[in-house]
Structures are given as C-alpha cells and as structure tokens.
C-alpha cells in the first residue's frame, strides 16, 4: 500500500520568513495530493490540493509543487504570519471514488513574531 | 452546510464500558471515513464506507472495534469494551468521488 514520510516533523521560523514542508510517497499511482492544517483542539482542515496533471499551485501565499518522476511533493508558505502556527498534513491517494487518503506523520509548525 | 458533525465532543468512561461515536456526513457527500489520531501513531484510518458500504476495515484494530452507516446521514464507531488504550481523537470525514475530505471536529475519548 501507499506509504508517505513528511519532514521535517517540527519547524520553527520567524514571522515574515518562508516555511517548506516535503512529502515523498511511494504509489506511483498516487495521483492527488491535499494538504491539511490542523488547530489545536479542531479537526484537519483542507488547505490547498494539487493533482498529477499539474505541477504548481497556488493560493495565495501557499503553494504546493509535485515532481512525479521523483514521488515527492511540497508545500510552501511565504510571509509566514503567527497564525499560520499549527500541525500540517500532507496526503496522498490515487484519487479513486471512495479511495481512502495516507497522511504524512504531520509537522508543527511555529510562527515566531 | 453545517459541515461533518460529531457526538460527543468529550467522552470519559470507564474500562469495560461500551463507547458509542457518533457521525452525521455532509449532505451528498457519498464517502465516510473513521480516523483516530494520538501522538504515537498520528492519524490512523479505520475503517471507511462508499455509498454506505463498508470497503476497507483493514484499520480497525481488534473486534472491540465495529462501525455501521445505516443510511446516507448517519454513522455510528462502537468499542466493547473499551481499554484505557483506546483512548485518543476520533475523527469521521466525509467527500465527494474520494477528495477534499471534510473533517469533523473530532470525539476525544478517555477510557479510563
């Protein structure tokens, strides 16, 4: 089955810097790619996603990018705000209808002012 | 959209008593999923349905485990008996076609 690693598992950075979160999976498969940011105390919360036929997206100041060829993708926040502060997944899936999702163990994520 | 609800928030119990979750999906969502998260194994999936059918319980740790979606608008998670190791968060989610899950705000359960 899918397996995916993230790191770095914590992450600590100052206000108005960059952070960059990596995940590798290993189901070549894979085809779609959600990240999720989870508050304390609150349940994951979809962020941005990005699929196979597509190589960059962006929302604002996220971004998530995914090389294929080498099965990892990552996830980018610029300008990094206090509130940014919190645990991020990322996920893969083959996109399937139905078909469950493998989380990445997680990073926490600290926004220094 | 009122968004995946869950009941109860918070339930403490004692070892040996039966635990019922409860789980209501986001309307026209046609997949449901059961997590449990703790800080050793972060997010487990348990077990999940498709047009509420059962396709993948290979989560579900032991028999103490079981899960039922008896229509489109309700899932139940039972524990019996319920061990002081079960305790953790229990997420349900819901999708569409198998993305963009949505997450409920989550059960956290304590078996004491």
């Known amino acids: 089955g899918e397996n995916v690693e993230q790191h770095p598992s914590t992450l600590s950075v100052q206000e108005g810097d960059s952070a960059v979160i990596k995940c590798t999976y290993s189901?070549?498969?894979?085809?779609?790619f959600p990240w999720y940011k989870q508050e304390l105390g609150k349940g994951p919360q979809l962020i941005i996603d990005i699929r196979s036929n597509v190589g960059e997206k962006k929302d604002q100041r996220i971004a998530v990018t995914l090389n294929k060829t080498a099965k990892h993708f990552s996830l980018h926040i610029t300008e990094t705000q206090p509130e940014d502060s919190a645990v991020y997944f990322c996920?893969?899936?083959?996109?399937?209808?139905?078909?469950?999702?493998?989380f990445g163990g997680g990073t926490r994520v600290l926004v220094k002012p | 959209d009122a968004g995946v609800i869950q009941s109860p928030r918070h339930e403490v119990t004692e070892m040996g008593q039966e635990v019922t979750l409860r789980c209501k999906p986001i309307s026209g969502h046609n997949s449901l999923f059961w997590y449990r998260q703790t800080m050793m194994r972060g997010l487990e999936l348990l077990i999940y349905f498709n047009n509420n059918v059962p396709i993948d319980d290979s989560g579900m740790p032991e028999d103490r485990f079981s899960a039922k979606m008896p229509n489109a608008s309700f899932s139940t998670l039972k524990i019996q008996p319920s061990e002081p190791r079960d305790s953790a968060v229990y997420f349900c989610?819901?999708?569409?076609f198998g993305d963009g899950y949505t997450f409920g705000s989550g059960t956290r359960l304590t078996v004491v």
């Open positions: 996920a893969a899936s083959t996109g399937a209808a139905g078909n469950k999702l493998t």
């Open positions: 189901d070549s498969a894979s085809n779609y």
């Open positions: 989610a819901s999708s569409l």
